[in-house]
C-alpha cells in the first residue's frame, strides 16, 4: 500500500497483508489482514505511529521515503507485539535520531522483545502529552487489550484516537475507512473474539473513556479506520455485555458416528424447543468461528468419543481454547460415548475451570444410543430450554 | 475473609496470605489494601479486581 492521506499531514503508511491466513500459528485469517501505522508531520516534527510486521517491514520504510521523510524525531509504540512493534529495529536505523515514545511497561518489553537500546526512550506514562510542535499527543494506557502495556494515543487537536489493536479487525481490503458495516462486523467481532474477550471485564472504563474523549476518527492498528466510531462503540458495548443470548454452541466429533447420532438428535431437540444451534465439527475446527460463536452463546456442549480414556484430542483443544477466552457462556453439557470405559467427564470439565459453567447431566453412552440415551438427549435439550427461560432469552 | 481475584490474569488475592512482597501483611482485607496497590502478577490495578 501507498501512503494514503487521512488529512493534512497525516497519512496511513501501513502495509496490507492480502495472503496472510495464519496468526499466532493459530488464528485463521480468512480475509488477510493489514499492520497499521501513522504518519504526522508538523512544522516542528515528524512522528511515526507504530511500525507493521518485521517481513514486510520494507514496505514501511519505502513510504515513509515516499513522503520524503529526511528525518523522523519520534516513533510512538501503542503495543509491544511484534507486528506492529518488529519494524522498529530496521526503522531506528534508517533514522538515528528518533526517540521511541511509549508507557514504561512498553518500553520494558520492548527491550525484551527486540533488544533496543535503554536509551533510545522517550518516557510517557499515563495522561502525559508530548508537544509535537501545533498537536498535541495525549497518551492512555489501558492494560489488556490484549497485552499489559497496550495504550491508545489520543491526537488532540484533530480529534483522532489511535487504539493498537483494541477495536481493530483482520481484514485486508482497500477501504482505507469503512464503506460496508456488514463486512467489517463479522472480522472485528471476530478479532474481539479470539484476542480481546478474555479481558472483556476491563473494557467497559476503556468506552466510557472514549465516549469522554470524543473522537471524530479511531484507527486501529489492523483493519480499515472507523469514521463513525458508534458502529466499532456500540458492537462492543453489545460484546462485553454479560447478556447472553438464545444460542447453543455445539462443539463435537465423531469417529465411527456412534457420537454424531447421539450429537444430531440433540441438535433437532434443541432446534425442536426454538433454540438457536451453532455447530463447530472439530475435526477440523476453525478456531476463530468457534470464538465468534462464544461471544453470544448462552450453552456449550461438547461432545465427543472417549478416546485412550479421555476425550478425543480435538475436543480436549476446543475445551482449553474455550477456557482461554473465557466467554460468559453459563450453561455446559457433555455428550459422548464410550467401547469400554473412560474419564471423558472429568478431564473436560477439568481443562473448562475458567469458564465457571452451570453444568448439565452429561449423556455419556456405552456402544451405540438406544431408546433410553436418546430419552436423555431429550431431557438435556428441555434442561437446556429451562435455563434459557429462566434466564429470560427464550 | 473474601478472596478477590485479577480480571485480568486470574491472580487471587488471599486475605490469609497478603502480598507481603508489596507489604500487605497477612491477614489484611483487600479493602484496606492501598488504591495504588497492583496485582503481583500483572501489574494492573487494584480497581480490576473483584469478589472470586
Known amino acids: 500500500m501507498n501512503p494514503r492521506k487521512i488529512r493534512d499531514n497525516i497519512w496511513a503508511v501501513g502495509t496490507i497483508d492480502w495472503d496472510r491466513r495464519l496468526f499466532d500459528e493459530l488464528i485463521p485469517l480468512p480475509e488477510g489482514t493489514s499492520y497499521n501505522a501513522y504518519l504526522l508531520k508538523t512544522a516542528e516534527k515528524t512522528v511515526l505511529i507504530d511500525t507493521v510486521d518485521p517481513p514486510v517491514q520494507d514496505q514501511l520504510l519505502h513510504n515513509l521515503e515516499l513522503l520524503e521523510v529526511e528525518q523522523l524525531d519520534y516513533l510512538v509504540s501503542n503495543h509491544a507485539e511484534q507486528d506492529h512493534s518488529g519494524g522498529i529495529p530496521a526503522v531506528l536505523e534508517r533514522y538515528p535520531e528518533a526517540r521511541v515514545v511509549t508507557n514504561p511497561k512498553c518500553r520494558e518489553m520492548l527491550i525484551d522483545h527486540l533488544h533496543i537500546a535503554e536509551d533510545r526512550f522517550e518516557v510517557r506514562d499515563n495522561g502525559e502529552s508530548l508537544d509535537i510542535g501545533g498537536w498535541t499527543l495525549q497518551f492512555h494506557t489501558a492494560p489488556f487489550v490484549h497485552w499489559p502495556e497496550t495504550q491508545f494515543t489520543w491526537l488532540v487537536e484533530e480529534k483522532i484516537l489511535f487504539t493498537g489493536d483494541f477495536l481493530g479487525s483482520h481484514l485486508a481490503t482497500s477501504d482505507l475507512y469503512i464503506e460496508n458495516e456488514a463486512e467489517v462486523y463479522v472480522g472485528a467481532k471476530r478479532y474481539y473474539a479470539e484476542i480481546m474477550m478474555p479481558f472483556r471485564k476491563m473494557f467497559g472504563k476503556y468506552l466510557d473513556l472514549i465516549d469522554d474523549l470524543g473522537p471524530e476518527l479511531i484507527a486501529s492498528t489492523h483493519g480499515p479506520l472507523y469514521r463513525h466510531p458508534a458502529f466499532i462503540l456500540d458492537a462492543y458495548r453489545d460484546w462485553i455485555s454479560d447478556e447472553v443470548k438464545n444460542e447453543a454452541v455445539i462443539a463435537y466429533l465423531s469417529m465411527h458416528d456412534s457420537t454424531a447420532e447421539m450429537v444430531h438428535h440433540l441438535i433437532n431437540a434443541l432446534i425442536d424447543r426454538d433454540i438457536r444451534v451453532k455447530v463447530h465439527n472439530l475435526t477440523d475446527v476453525d478456531v476463530g468461528e468457534l470464538a465468534i460463536d462464544l461471544v453470544d452463546a448462552a450453552t456449550l456442549v461438547l461432545a465427543s468419543p472417549t478416546v485412550l480414556v479421555g476425550p478425543h484430542p480435538s475436543a480436549a483443544y476446543a475445551a482449553l481454547i474455550a477456557n482461554a477466552l473465557k466467554p460468559k457462556t453459563r450453561f455446559g453439557a457433555i455428550v459422548g460415548s464410550y467401547g469400554w470405559g473412560g474419564k471423558m467427564v472429568e478431564q473436560l470439565t477439568a481443562l473448562t475451570g475458567n469458564l465457571k459453567l452451570e453444568w448439565l447431566d452429561p449423556v455419556m453412552v456405552k456402544g451405540k444410543a438406544r431408546a433410553e440415551d436418546f430419552a436423555s438427549l431429550e431431557a438435556l435439550a428441555e434442561a437446556v430450554a429451562a435455563r434459557h427461560r429462566e434466564a429470560g432469552i427464550l | ?52
Not at chain 2, 485480568?8 to 495504588?36: L, Q
Open chain 2, 1 to 52: 475473609m473474601q478472596r478477590y481475584v485479577c480480571l485480568a490474569c486470574d491472580y487471587v488475592y488471599d486475605p490469609n496470605e497478603g502480598d507481603p512482597d508489596s507489604g500487605i501483611e497477612p491477614g489484611t482485607p483487600f479493602e484496606d489494601i492501598p488504591d495504588d496497590w497492583v496485582c503481583p502478577v500483572c501489574g494492573v490495578s487494584k480497581d480490576m479486581f473483584e469478589p472470586e
